[in-house]
């Protein structure tokens, strides 16, 4: 947190850090509300939509009610879900849950199929053509705070430092965007969400926030394999009874799959890689069908939160608030946050117009909290609260439990486990490299399994190898001296980019760091087992350049 001192300083109303759901959803309904306030949205992606990464089944209830009528106003939606499947997979068998049995929680009617970063350029038409102003390229790395102590907007990144910090021709240093209020849309993770959880002690009281990590591809598959609208969601293979998580195939429009595997960061064996796990789930044989004559078109990760209710923190701080996943509404048995982000987002810029209107600035929305959790997400994320801690404490075992949990709130409204906390953050769930099983993975066939470069080159990253790393090591010596020993140090395992590195020098084991593979999904910063790499946003426009995604 900082003061602006010399730099350039521009002023608005309200500066919203992220143009994914939440953020766009945040600034329609506030021109929507006050059509002359000032609004600006920072978006550290070249072009809104790049890094944006999602499953997607959307339920439509946020977007109906921020703009009602979305589809017929051109919104780019794929197709109507038209068969929703629950299956158990072993390493050689497929077995279909009867629908009947599936909680309702856990079924999508009504639901569509989506790209989210293709509904996100078209949210961000919306937004300007109400007169929000949007800046892609632009990564907020700092808050502005007053004489006070309270948030009064942000700080964007320089542009144009080179490796060692210096000066590069055609440099130009960040602003401060001075607001009375400002909105963090980061999603899961963010950065500055981060520090103001911790600064503002936010998360008082509540859950350590849990995450998983999303890693999908997009095929083309023949037109005989591919079935419009169809919705495929699996558990068990390839992930062991102790792991959380579960793999996605929704058939999109144009022959393409959305394929997908989510992997709980609370696993505890240091050698699992979920990005090897997800090779091996596109191995399987119902998988493997899909795609052998298809073709891979793009690849990304992005890690999602899966606290739920428990870990919800206080979303008002001095001066602005957190919405959408930045806080964490994922819906976790469901798989689905995007609506509970647009809901957010639409609460707080209500609490956020009115709080103008009335000439305040810069004070702790004390109505905010409630009137985000009065959209539907208090009424849709406490009676699948215990899902998740089930999974972490009892494995695929607790799914039995947990199908039981949702069908007891489902009938009855009641759990029969109360409300159960997370016990530990996901980086301190790591179990000793000798108390585990070492993990073996196959080498890729490089036509349904890859390598992680081959998978990074369809990121379509860019970034300008000469800036600062964005990768900081509290202490260099961390991953060799205490890490390694321990755990094997983790990092090139669970980092799906091929970012990290232990290599040799001189006969010593060496830790390197790649930055220009990363594609900004957060899981070194939460999986860390010293917790000491710390993410921040590299310049402005870095990173992978999703399209579709
Ligand atoms: C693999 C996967 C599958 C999923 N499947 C589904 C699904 O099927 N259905 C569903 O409803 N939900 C699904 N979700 C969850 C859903 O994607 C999220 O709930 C939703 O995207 C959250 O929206 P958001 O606006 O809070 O954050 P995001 O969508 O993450 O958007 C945040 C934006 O902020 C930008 N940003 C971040 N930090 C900064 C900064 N410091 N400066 C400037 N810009 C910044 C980012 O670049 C990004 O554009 C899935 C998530 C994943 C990872
Ligand atoms: S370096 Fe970290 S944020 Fe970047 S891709 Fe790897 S794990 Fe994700």
Redesign the pocket.
């Known amino acids: 947190m900082a003061a602006a001192q010399d730099r350039e300083t521009l002023s608005t109303d309200v500066v919203i850090?992220?143009?994914?759901?939440?953020?766009?959803a945040a600034a329609i309904r506030l021109k929507q509300q006050a059509p002359g306030l000032g609004v600006t949205v920072?978006?550290?992606?070249a072009a809104?939509?790049?890094?944006?990464?999602?499953?997607?089944?959307?339920?439509p209830a946020g977007l109906d009610r921020l703009i009602p009528g979305w589809r017929q106003q051109g919104a780019p939606s794929g197709p109507a879900v038209t068969s929703d499947r629950m299956h158990f997979l072993t390493a050689k068998h497929d077995f279909v849950a009867p629908s009947a049995l599936l909680p309702p929680q856990m079924k999508t009617e009504g639901t569509v199929i989506v790209s989210?970063g293709a509904l996100?350029q078209w949210l961000a038409q919306q937004a300007e053509a109400l007169g929000v102003e949007i800046y892609p390229g632009?990564?907020?790395?700092d808050l502005l705070t007053d004489a006070d102590g309270r948030v009064a907007g942000i700080i964007t990144g320089d542009l144009g430092r080179d490796r060692r910090g210096g000066e590069k021709p055609g440099f130009a240093r960040g602003i401060a965007l001075a607001a009375r209020y400002t909105l963090i849309?980061?999603?899961?993770r963010?950065?500055?969400a981060k520090r103001l959880i911790a600064d503002f002690g936010l998360d008082a009281g509540k859950s350590p926030q849990k995450f998983?990590l999303?890693?999908?591809e997009i095929w083309e598959i023949p037109e005989s394999l591919h079935e419009e609208g169809r919705v495929d969601h699996y558990l068990g293979f390839p992930l062991d009874l102790g792991t959380g998580g579960g793999g996605?195939c929704?058939h999109a429009g144009n022959r393409r799959i959305y394929l997908?595997l989510?992997v709980h960061l609370d696993y505890k064996n240091p050698t699992l890689s979920p990005f090897d796990e997800f090779q091996r789930f596109k191995q399987h044989p119902s998988i493997v069908r899909l795609i052998e004559h298809g073709r891979r078109l793009s690849y990304g990760a992005?890690?999602?939160?899966s606290g739920g209710w428990q870990s919800i923190p206080d979303l008002a701080f001095p001066g602005g608030a957190l919405?959408?996943?930045?806080a964490g509404?994922?819906n976790v048995p469901a798989?689905?946050?995007?609506?509970?982000?647009i809901r957010s987002?639409i609460a707080a810029a209500e609490s956020v117009a009115a709080a103008i209107s009335a000439g305040r600035a810069g004070d702790r929305l004390d109505d905010l909290q409630q009137r985000v959790l009065a959209t539907g997400i208090e009424a849709e994320l406490f009676p699948v609260r215990n899902a998740k801690p089930l999974l972490s404490r009892f494995g695929l075992i607790g799914l039995g439990f947990a199908g039981l949990d949702l069908w007891s709130n489902a009938l009855l409204k009641v759990s029969p486990f109360g409300t159960l906390k997370h016990r530990k953050a996901d980086y301190a769930a790591l179990r000793h490299l000798a108390d585990e099983p070492a993990k073996r993975y196959p080498r890729p066939d490089g036509r349904t399994t890859f390598d992680r470069a081959a998978s990074v080159f369809l990121a379509n990253i860019a970034h300008d190898e000469d800036q600062p790393v964005h990768l900081k090591l509290a202490d260099p010596k961390v991953p060799i001296e205490e890490n390694l020993p321990v755990y094997g140090e983790p990092a090139p395992l669970y980092c799906p980019a091929g970012v990290y590195e232990v290599a040799e020098a001189g006969g010593a084991p060496v830790f390197r760091i790649h930055p220009a593979n990363c594609v900004?999904c957060k899981t070194c910063d939460i999986k860390d087992p010293a917790q000491n790499i710390t993410w921040v946003?590299p310049e402005?426009g870095s990173g992978p350049n999703y399209s579709g995604m």
């Open positions: 850090v992220g143009a994914g759901p939440a953020g766009l920072v978006e550290k992606a809104v939509g790049g890094h944006i990464l999602s499953g997607a089944v959307m339920n989210l996100c632009t990564a907020a790395v849309a980061e999603g899961a963010g950065s500055l998983g999303g890693i999908k996605f929704y997908g989510v992005r890690s999602l939160t919405i959408g996943c930045a509404f994922m798989l689905k946050g995007i609506h509970n982000a987002g900004h946003p402005g």
